[in-house]
């Protein structure tokens, strides 16, 4: 008599989501049933469809320091074919791989390809632009005027020879770049970010998102740049600090068309992928979770599944108040509640020109600005950054003409700007860009808004208690937190994957502990070395 297949519910279809059932299938006879709460496919990592525009939420670059990622994706979409003279190196699993002239994928000809996209992203402050991350060359010295350089460098050495314990994250950027470097180009734009001060943040988030960056690390690559040859189409990049990345891989129509591809993958090899269905209840005894409710959003009717393995990806202070029938302790309870979230919005606007100029040596079509990211650290306005969707990927905007921009608003559910009508919305960022020079309000052809809950996972609040949530969601042998919101951290999409890869082989190995996969982007072998 066989024994009955063995399912997982997989709560989210992002890429921690998506990531856990492709691996389940291909790795597994256990059927993964994803269960996605919006109408949409990827989490944060979709891509949105505005009359042909493509929006990026957030921005995404296909690069990663685990050579399983790098390869996977790759296994997903081939990359573009190139002049034959170029050549690419993929590092993976401990192994070189030469692609000559790339896969053979032609952008013109298909949707399924990962072109290979050059880096820059500046800062822009004081009306000026500053390399990111900050350097010591004549531009910046130009800039900032030989005696605030000064003063940057005499407060770095006092920091490094005398730093100070690291109680908050304003503490953690203090010791990494002196306190001078971080009032002008840190302090004010991580306030902005977060909307609280740098001091009210855990250090945890530097070591998320900062990690091995430093000025000596800085300086050192710049020297190393100007006197090393660089490998020729070397796109791995396992050796090179994260910010200081040159080349990634982007999906030709943006990331949502990966998962988008992964899900197709997922049915097609039997697996279950439904949207508008969100999780109300979390049925659980002592020790094992036993099934979810599921709430069909458009029809509003629930129905009870029950599985043997459970992801979740969703908000832990969702998770937790899903709970039923198991008391959850009073302390879990009110830790899960007072985790605190940033949610975000982006302004769309389609361009006729931007009024900033392309100064650099870079050769763009129109001679467009040729930042990916652009960092508004002007005080005096509320947007936080400014993505230009024409140097993500040239298709994902209709007509190559324009200029398709989107600014970044870091906001909280409910506050002004979330609350404010689209039209406001739009006719805000415009007017922001247009004070500081970025843009003049008559080459705007058009605009969208879109909110996003929950982006980014804040690191304070009830935050440093949440080792308490840990040990109690820990307690359920089937159940595994898994991707940014699921384990209340701030990671990038493959940080996110590993942590559902590593899930799975815990799974399939039949490992009872959880720790190598809150090691994920937190040990050695997931992130950069510390700063020197």
Request: proline letters at 4%; hydrophobic letters at 35%; one cysteine or more.
């Amino acid at each position: 008599m066989k024994s009955k297949q063995k399912t997982a519910i997989i709560i989210g279809a992002g890429p921690a989501g998506l990531t856990a059932a492709y691996e389940l299938l291909h790795k597994s006879n256990i059927m993964p049933l994803v269960f996605e709460a919006s109408p949409a496919i990827g989490g944060i990592s979709k891509t949105v469809n505005y009359k042909g525009n493509r929006i990026d939420i957030g921005g995404h670059r296909f690069f990663s320091k685990s050579d399983t990622v790098m390869q996977w994706w790759h296994n997903i979409l081939p990359i573009e074919k190139t002049d034959a003279s170029k050549s690419f190196t993929l590092n993976y699993q401990g192994k070189s791989r030469e692609i000559a002239g790339g896969d053979g994928a032609d952008p013109t000809k298909t949707n399924d390809v990962m072109l290979v996209r050059s880096r820059l992203s500046r800062i822009f402050y004081g009306g000026q632009f500053f390399n990111y991350p900050i350097t010591l060359e004549a531009s910046t010295i130009k800039n900032l005027g030989v005696g605030r350089i000064a003063k940057m460098g005499v407060s770095y050495v006092k920091a490094r020879i005398k730093p100070i314990p690291e109680k908050s994250l304003e503490d953690f950027y203090v010791n990494r770049f002196g306190r001078e470097l971080y009032n002008t180009f840190f302090r004010d734009y991580t306030e902005k970010v977060w909307g609280v001060p740098c001091s009210e943040i855990a250090a945890d988030w530097g070591a998320q998102r900062v990690k091995g960056l430093s000025v000596t690390k800085a300086v050192t690559h710049a020297l190393k740049k100007a006197v090393t040859p660089k490998r020729k189409g070397d796109i791995s990049q396992k050796d090179t600090e994260t910010s200081l990345i040159e080349y990634f891989l982007y999906p030709k129509l943006g990331p949502g068309h990966m998962w988008k591809t992964v899900t197709k993958i997922i049915q097609k090899k039997g697996g279950i992928v439904t949207k508008n269905r969100a999780i109300t209840k979390i049925h659980a005894e002592k020790g094992k979770i036993l099934a979810v409710d599921v709430l069909d959003t458009e029809t509003g009717k629930t129905k009870k599944i029950s599985g043997d393995y459970f992801f979740s990806t969703m908000p832990v202070n969702e998770l937790i108040a899903s709970f039923e029938g198991i008391k959850v302790p009073k302390n879990v309870k009110e830790v899960a509640a007072g985790l605190p979230y940033r949610d975000f919005i982006t302004v769309g606007l389609l361009m006729k020109k931007l009024k900033i100029k392309n100064e650099t040596e870079r050769k763009t079509k129109n001679n467009v600005v040729p930042d990916n990211w652009i960092y508004i650290q002007e005080p005096n306005v509320k947007v936080g950054r400014l993505q230009i969707f024409n140097n993500w990927s040239p298709y994902l905007v209709k007509n190559s003409d324009n200029v398709w921009v989107g600014m970044e608003y870091f906001v909280n559910e409910g506050d002004e700007f979330w609350t404010k009508k689209d039209k406001d919305m739009s006719a805000f960022g415009i007017k922001e860009l247009a004070s500081i020079g970025v843009i003049d309000e008559k080459d705007v052809i058009d605009s969208t808004v879109i909110r996003i809950k929950k982006t980014y996972p804040a690191y304070f609040g009830t935050y440093s208690r949440f080792s308490e949530v840990r040990k109690f969601t820990d307690s359920f042998e089937n159940l595994f937190l898994v991707g940014r919101n699921g384990m209340h951290r701030y990671n990038n999409q493959d940080h996110s994957m590993l942590t559902a890869m590593t899930s799975v082989q815990n799974i399939i190995a039949g490992r009872k502990d959880k720790d190598n996969i809150w090691d994920v982007n937190v040990e050695k072998e997931y992130h950069e070395e510390k700063s020197s």
